[in-house]
């Protein structure tokens, strides 16, 4: 787990609030398609991937997406661990955005709040040269990275567990899980990796805006 701290004058914060990256505040689903793209292509497999961040917002996987259209097992987990290992590369990481008002949004709740991004990536490096041509870096007090897989929401719960955390902003299950074990207020967003519906199945409230959101933590 990397961990990199901004310094910074002392100040008093209102909140501590934890922030997921990838559906939360950056939107990755163009790199998503783009790279399961190309590593089909590899294995000239004609497949259109433009719904596979529709399938994965159903809380489903890659895997369970190529299990529907490859009669393959071993081809599909092939296919899955060759998208893995160019995910986080430099050239697809410029497919990404911010969500519209996203850095407006930080840069409000920045200034009473001490905010943390918490996000799972592989290649750390990367993550923070992404963060910084973003132009968000200074807006968190902290920034973690976690391994992605199984053990996300334990170790992003690691990672905050020696803050008092009032809030965690995240939009997937991994992100809800980790607010779970902090035993802290999670803020779910529908306009991510998961949408309204699928949270209301979970029975937890969701979020479509930024406004929404600074409201819930302002009132």
Excluded at 33 to 44: A, C, H
Aim: proline share 1%.
């Amino acid at each position: 787990m990397l961990e990199h701290t901004k310094i910074s004058s002392q100040k008093l914060y209102k909140k501590i609030i934890a922030i997921d990256l990838d559906g939360t505040i950056l939107d990755s689903s163009e790199r998503h398609n783009v790279v399961m793209r190309k590593v089909l292509d590899l294995y000239n497999i004609n497949l259109d991937c433009g719904g596979i961040v529709d399938y994965k917002k159903r809380g489903k996987s890659n895997i369970d997406f190529l299990k529907e259209h490859i009669d393959s097992i071993d081809l599909c987990y092939t296919i899955q661990a060759k998208w893995i290992r160019h995910i986080e590369d430099k050239d697809f990481l410029a497919y990404d955005k911010l969500y519209h008002r996203a850095s407006l949004f930080l840069e409000k709740l920045s200034k009473s709040n001490y905010l943390i991004l918490v996000t799972a990536r592989n290649d750390e490096y990367n993550l923070l040269e992404q963060v910084r041509l973003l132009e968000v870096e200074n807006f968190f007090e902290k920034i973690f990275v976690v391994s992605p897989g199984k053990n996300a929401a334990k170790e992003k719960y690691e990672a905050l567990n020696p803050f008092k955390v009032d809030y965690f902003i995240g939009d997937t299950e991994v992100d809800s899980s980790a607010a779970y074990l902090l035993n802290t207020r999670f803020i779910a967003v529908n306009y991510g990796f998961r949408t309204n519906s699928f949270w209301e199945y979970k029975g937890i409230k969701s979020y479509s805006s930024f406004n929404e959101i600074t409201s819930l933590i302002d009132g």
